[in-house]
């Protein structure tokens, strides 16, 4: 069984299938991530000061230089950096399954480790921003003209746009809601990771949704709280996403 399992793990395949998901699943990997947190409490609270300090920092940039290019660097810098601290995140209920107590060394060289294709992972969803940003420029080309555009004509412009909006952000959620992980666990390249999460998505559509909403309502309460819950809410949500990824893909 255990040979079977590592030969898993060890698959080149560019497309891993996937299982398909009850609706409670999202709330039993939060669940499952609290008690990683609990387990690893000094490491967790090491990973969410540092989420934390990082959105004052950046928030406080922005106040200062709210321009367009700043913020997008801002964006970007936080697209790239993003994975390299998620891949230390996955690797503690990582260890914790293996029976090993998490540590901070350990994380940071299964970073280190995973380096090409975090940033592979990381172009393309900058490419995947840019052509969002340009999509989003041709479409405000057609906002309606005059002083007093008619709601029926607001209505148009504004369902396109979030249309397009909504399929942006959802192929960005497809391709990173479980192929971070993946790659962590199994060495696999950055695009049949990313594959194999939009196939996992696309298969519990419904499920993945409802984990989605979730993240958001989780980080909007770190937001809230001055980024003070992000301590708490981020090391959850990237242990529960290793748990969903364990769940989904086969």
């Known amino acids: 069984m255990d040979d079977i399992k590592d030969q898993k793990k060890e698959s080149k395949a560019l497309f891993s299938p996937s299982r398909k998901l009850e609706w409670s699943a999202p ?25 934390a300090v990082g959105g004052l920092l950046l928030s ?13 660097s801002i964006g970007v810098f936080f697209i790239l950096l993003g994975p390299l601290m998620a891949f230390g995140l996955y690797d503690v209920p990582r260890q914790i399954e293996h029976g090993e107590i998490p540590t901070l060394k350990h994380s ?8 090409p294709n975090q940033w592979i992972f990381a172009v393309v969803v900058c490419v995947i921003a ?4 340009r999509a989003a420029t041709i479409i405000h080309v057609f906002y309606p003209e005059g002083a007093e555009p008619t709601l029926e004509e607001l209505i148009t412009f504004f369902a396109v746009g979030g249309s397009v909006g909504a399929f942006f952000l959802g192929l960005v959620f497809g391709i990173s809601a479980f ?8 060495k696999v390249d950055a695009i049949s ?58």
């Open 27 to 51: 709330f039993r990997w939060l669940r499952l991530g609290w008690e990683d947190y609990k387990n690893a409490r000094q490491l967790s609270i090491a990973y969410g000061l540092f989420f």
């Open 60 to 72: 406080s940039l922005v106040v200062r230089y709210s321009s367009t290019i700043f913020l997008f």
């Open 108 to 115: 940071l060289w299964q970073i280190r480790n995973s380096a």
């Open 130 to 133: 840019l052509i969002w940003m």
């Open 179 to 186: 192929s971070l992980p993946m790659m962590v666990d199994r």
């Open 193 to 250: 990771a990313s594959l194999s999460s939009l196939g996992a998505v696309m298969n519990n559509m419904w499920v993945c949704a409802l984990w989605a909403f979730l993240i958001f309502v989780l980080v909007l309460f770190g937001f809230a709280t001055a980024f003070l819950g992000l301590i708490l809410v981020l090391p959850i949500i990237g242990y529960a996403t290793w748990h969903g990824y364990e769940d989904v893909l086969e």
